[in-house]
């Protein structure tokens, strides 16, 4: 399969941004003149829907208010090869779409994430705020995943259709970004990133992001996606806690009736032994939970792979 041959589509949620899609929609056109460009409308209040349908896009809507739910509905219902996922606020760079296409088929990967660059953005597109925010969550979801990307939360990917249609949404915000990352990686499915520009929003454009919202959605993401994905270490640390407390209080009581022969203070000696059969609970629930969810994965391993890869597709048999 060759970019001139696959069937590209480049997916826009849209919520508010009249003043950037028809610019937005003109530059993938012009960067990928065989792709389908899909815009999905999310509730907007302006003209964002008009103006998508002038510039030659494919408009949908999607009631349910969230990019998680608007990106489900597009992965649900569009099919192609190769899907284009990008920001209707004219921040990402169209011209870098056809060498992130062209890697993917050539290596046959199944994500090549857009690393923005940051040092070519003016302040209002990246702000400062931002930038440290992205790499803390990075760096906590590189340590509890082995995520090697340096820019998770990049909304610019170009992704192929086996992991497309094998990936099992629960996000409704932005925290989409997140679970497509973890999602790879859990899924040891082949992953690059390329560096791409990173623009200043146009006049007229609004930001929906919120620095300290938004990290905390994200935030909870990855402790979500912990407890469910890595049950052993998220219930081993609440092990490691409740026994560390246990022991902090039960020692002393030990130690005196080692030494007295009675229990004076009975209620803490029953506290830290409740303590401590809760901790072995927990440790018990990882345990089991961690066989359940490696069947899991074996169960969305096998989906994936019901799908050819970028370079197994069209191929004459």
């Known amino acids: 399969m060759t970019q001139e041959t696959a069937k590209i589509a480049v997916l826009i949620p849209c919520y508010n941004e009249e003043s950037t899609i028809a610019k937005v929609i003109r530059d993938f056109h012009a960067a990928l003149p065989a792709a389908t460009i899909y815009v999905y409308d999310n509730n907007s209040r302006d003209d964002t829907v008009a103006r998508a349908v002038e510039a030659d896009a ?5 009631a349910r208010q969230g990019k998680g739910h608007v990106m489900r509905r597009m992965f649900a219902d569009i099919e192609a090869d190769i899907y284009v996922m990008t920001d209707g606020d004219d921040t990402y760079d169209a011209t870098d779409a056809p060498k992130m296409v062209d890697k993917l088929i050539d290596e046959g990967l199944d994500i090549v994430a857009g690393k923005r660059d940051a040092t070519q953005a003016a302040g209002v597109a990246y702000r400062p705020g931002h930038v440290l925010g992205n790499r803390l969550l990075t760096g906590l979801t590189a ?11 990049t909304g610019y990917r170009v ?5 497309v249609k094998s990936f099992p949404f629960t996000s409704t915000g932005f925290a989409i970004e997140t679970e497509l990352t973890i999602h790879a990686v859990r899924m040891l499915v082949p992953v690059a990133e ?12 609004t930001s929906k992001l919120s620095t300290f919202r938004d990290g905390w959605r994200i935030l909870w993401t990855i402790a979500f996606f912990v407890r469910k994905e890595r049950p052993l270490l998220f219930y081993g640390a609440f092990f490691l806690f409740m026994a560390a407390f246990s022991l902090l209080l039960g020692l002393p009581i030990v130690a005196e009736f080692f030494r007295t022969g009675l229990v004076d203070r009975l209620p803490t000696a029953v506290l830290s032994t409740g303590m401590m059969m809760v901790a072995f609970l927990g440790l018990a629930c990882g345990i089991i939970l ?28």
């Open 58 to 62: 494919v408009v949908r809507k999607e």
């Open 143 to 153: 340590m509890m995943f082995s995520v090697k990307l340096q820019d998770m939360l």
């Open 159 to 163: 992704m192929s259709r086996r992991f």
């Open 194 to 205: 390329v560096p791409t520009r990173y623009k200043e929003r146009p006049e007229g454009s």
């Open 290 to 317: 961690d066989t359940v969810t490696r069947g899991r994965w074996e169960l969305k391993r096998i989906a994936y792979l019901e799908f050819p890869g970028p370079q197994e597709l069209h191929k004459p048999w």
